[in-house]
């Protein structure tokens, strides 16, 4: 064993190998993207590890990995499991030979993502066992446990975090590469009765697992990691009911004469019902501390009403408790004083001056900003829809761009355009879609629209990798996470085969050729693509920086009003260029009316070799 | 004995690897660290924090507010953002330059560094240290090392509860041999 300082997720990803992981596939999204790319630095040779082109690729190929006897692990934030669900549901009723373990990343607040919904009740949904770790020390060693309990019990596992414990850091302990489990899978073995599954199998397994997992609520009351807090003194008449990162806000809370009893659930499905029970002897009120769903509070009720106990139970439902967003160290004490009785002292804060607003924004010389304002300036005075989707794209929806008029779910933008012009055919309906989102939802889609005499423009914004949550590759990339240079899926290529016969790929970053395509392009019929391509300034070093010139300058500002670059400062009248952002694009340079910017050099569609991640 | 920091910006600024090298420094004396990080859409130039907990017995990586012994902000207007978290008596080091975010040039709320600085000074006190981070930029050739200069001047004022030598060996673990020196001149550059 030795000490390191871990991010939750790479902690999880350590405790994945510590447990003899063989297979790991996963999609990025924020907060569980690290987990895979620890794996993939801190992984010894024969472990395979694999960006899939979506989350439902990823489950399949855990599955098949575990249905050989490999211990597998899928890594996704909680909008992904929706895309693995289809596998998912069907996989509980089949169950798996080697560990299977689906780690999904829960997002409360949400701080990066479309919803905030509850692994922990999808748990409920689909019948599987699911862990919940309170810290990064304590997710290292559940997911161990988690890979053990999915090995012995032949069924996959859900070990669920949220946002506070994957970004969280700790110096914990963990094992040295020797110490690591050894998994020598035993390879399929061929049994239609085991691995095909029939309404006959179904109702069969369906009775199974609900047995099994009777008599795992009865087992998982004894599992350490579920357990009611030692209480100080006296006999206390109220308890709290606590989960994940909420347990150490309770505790931060907590004083030692609070004279509370408190549970702390791990396994929240199959709850734990022996030790609710016992933990709820002679309590008159429970406050159950929960982010996102309220699954103890309602798994509590639900207790009290089968064992007759006389305890009133108190959370989101009754108004104790946010129903929505994150909880923090105030509003759990808050909400614990509160249910205790005591007077919370509120300071009366300062009035503060004004502050900025910083709404996340594209980056300096993003090649996005170029290809919004091409298609805003090509379709000025159209009547237009357009429909963005998942990416650092969806950023195009703030001012001065506003071209974002729909954003729901991965690679919906497509088919949300379709189903416009199906409803208002005099609209010329756009949809934009990054090129690691249309790899992973987006060809469908663009099949339905071709298939089914749609007329719209797609527009896939090819910058080269997966940009928001931190430069994945994708099939287009032409390198996968075992380090292998492999042949590069063309977006192009594919929209060809579909039968598109308007297919146009221009550099966004040449204004006006790009604003020539738009208006070519959107008049075409049918369904027609425009691949704006070039790559993300991250990747892309820049060649030179623009300035201005300030006898030039009139200080009209439409650089800055039209585009919204962050290098463009507006200065005593005047714009300057800040160059340690600018890179040199030289959209601003084209906009100028008065020549007035220049010096950039705009970086090459391709980007110079096949990896580039810096 | 635990010291609560809080690190503010703007995204891309740095401050993430501001609270690794603090952690790495702390760990090095064996004081126990848990951190708390701003990871994802907010760093495509949103406000961003870390929260630093240093020292035994603490649950949650996140800090209430009123705790922070220390707030280390690399933008004025994200001192005045994270105030709340200071304890009365907690000293701020920030950088003197402003990050002037688009919606203020586009329509929202403008951006007034005199407002905000005053509040700083009005609130803070002599506690308030104001790091010239322009000056800073010039005299050591490289703007990159902000990061580094607040975390040399909040060492010195004590607050941190750790020295520069920490903080410079933390430096040597984490970066590559050839950024020691720039560091080594923004880590004492007062």
Not at chain 1, 9 to 30: D, F, H, K, Q, S
Request: glycine content about 10%; some cysteine.
């Amino acid at each position: 064993m030795h000490t390191e300082f871990l991010m939750g997720n790479e902690a999880i990803a350590l405790g994945a190998l510590a447990a003899g992981v063989n297979v790991v596939a996963g999609y990025p999204g924020t907060p569980s993207t690290e987990v895979l790319e620890t794996v993939a630095r801190r992984r010894s040779q024969d472990v395979y590890v694999e960006w899939s082109i979506n989350e439902k690729a990823a489950m399949e190929v855990a599955a098949g990995a575990a249905y050989s006897g490999a211990r597998a692990l899928v890594t996704c934030k909680q909008v992904g499991l929706n895309v693995a669900s289809d596998p998912l549901m069907s996989l509980e009723y089949i169950g798996v030979k080697g560990g299977l373990v689906v780690m999904v990343a829960d997002d409360p607040g949400p701080i990066s993502s479309q919803t905030e919904q509850d692994t922990r009740t999808f748990a409920q949904f689909s019948k599987l066992p699911c862990f919940d770790p309170s810290s990064v020390a304590e997710a290292y060693e559940m997911v161990q446990d988690a890979f053990e309990l999915s090995e012995r019990l032949g069924t996959p596992v859900f070990f669920r975090a949220t946002t506070r414990v994957d970004h969280g850091y700790e110096s914990i302990q963990v094992a040295d590469e020797e110490e690591w489990l050894h998994n020598d899978p035993e390879g399929f073995v061929r049994d239609p009765s085991r691995w095909v599954i029939f309404p006959r199998l179904s109702v069969v397994n369906h009775a199974k697992i609900e047995a099994r997992n009777a008599q795992l609520s009865d087992e998982l009351s004894d599992y350490r990691r579920n357990f009611v807090l030692p209480e100080t003194d006296g006999a206390p008449r109220k308890g709290i009911a606590t989960h994940g990162i909420n347990y150490a806000y309770v505790r931060e809370n907590l004083g030692e004469d609070d004279h509370v009893r408190v549970l702390r659930v791990a396994t929240p499905h199959p709850f734990p019902e022996r030790l609710a029970v016992e933990f709820l002897q002679d309590l008159d009120e429970v406050l159950c501390v929960e982010e996102l769903d309220p699954v103890l509070e309602r798994a509590l009720t639900y207790v009290c009403g089968k064992h007759d106990l006389p305890v009133r139970i108190r959370g989101k439902l009754t108004g104790d408790i946010a129903p929505s967003g994150e909880n923090t160290v105030e509003s759990v004490g808050a909400a614990i004083d509160a249910f205790l009785g005591v007077d919370r002292q509120e300071l009366p804060a300062p009035a503060m001056p004004t502050l900025p607003v910083r709404p996340p924004v594209l980056c300096a010389g993003c090649p996005h900003r170029a290809s919004f304002y091409a298609v805003k300036k090509a379709m000025k005075g159209r009547k237009t829809i357009y429909c963005g989707d998942i990416g650092c794209y969806t950023l195009g929806n703030a001012a001065p761009l506003d071209m974002v008029d729909t954003c729901l779910c991965m690679g919906a933008g497509i088919n949300i355009a379709q189903g416009v012009f199906h409803t208002e055919p005099d609209t010329s309906c756009f949809a934009f879609v990054g090129d690691s989102t249309f790899f992973a939802s987006g060809i469908t889609g663009t099949i339905n629209a071709f298939y089914n005499q749609a007329d719209m423009t797609l527009v896939v914004l090819d910058n080269s990798t997966t940009a928001m949550t931190g430069h994945q590759p994708h099939p287009g990339t032409g390198r996968t996470m075992m380090g292998e240079v492999v042949q590069k899926v063309s977006i192009e290529a594919i929209l060809r085969a579909i039968g598109l016969t308007v297919v146009e790929t221009v550099d966004p970053l040449d204004l006006e050729l790009a604003v020539q395509t738009v208006r070519r392009v959107a008049d075409e019929p049918g369904v027609k693509a425009i691949i704006f391509k070039s790559p993300c300034v991250v990747l892309a070093r820049p060649q030179a920086h623009s300035h201005v010139d300030g006898e030039r300058c009139v200080g009209c500002q439409r650089c800055v009003r039209e585009l919204g670059c962050p290098a463009l400062v507006p200065t005593d009248g005047k714009v300057v260029i800040d160059e340690s952002l600018c890179s040199g694009c030289t959209l601003c340079e084209q906009v100028c009316p008065f020549g007035a910017i220049g010096g950039g050099r705009r970086i090459d569609m391709e980007l110079p070799q096949a990896g580039g991640r810096a | 004995m635990s010291t609560n920091i809080i690190l503010c910006g703007v995204g891309g600024q740095g401050t993430i690897l501001a609270s690794k090298l603090i952690a790495s420094a702390a760990m090095a004396r064996d004081i126990p660290v848990k951190t708390a990080e701003t990871i994802g859409m907010a760093q495509r130039g949103g406000s961003v924090f870390s929260h630093v907990r240093l020292g035994e017995g603490i649950a949650s990586p996140l800090m209430a507010r009123g705790t922070a012994d220390l707030i280390l902000a690399f933008e004025p207007a994200e001192a005045v953002r994270q105030l709340a978290f200071l304890k009365p008596g907690g000293r701020v080091v920030v950088s003197s330059r402003p990050v002037v975010p688009v919606s203020s040039m586009t329509g929202g709320p403008a951006y007034d560094l005199e407002a905000l600085m005053g509040y700083l000074h009005a609130q803070v006190g002599e506690r308030l240290v104001v790091v010239d981070s322009d000056a800073a930029a010039a005299d050591l050739g490289s703007a990159k090392c902000l990061n580094v200069v607040l975390l040399g001047a909040a060492a010195r004022t004590g607050a941190l509860g750790l020295s520069t030598d920490d903080l410079l060996a933390a430096i040597h673990g984490r970066l590559p041999e050839r950024l020691w020196d720039l560091n080594e001149r923004a880590l004492s550059y007062a």
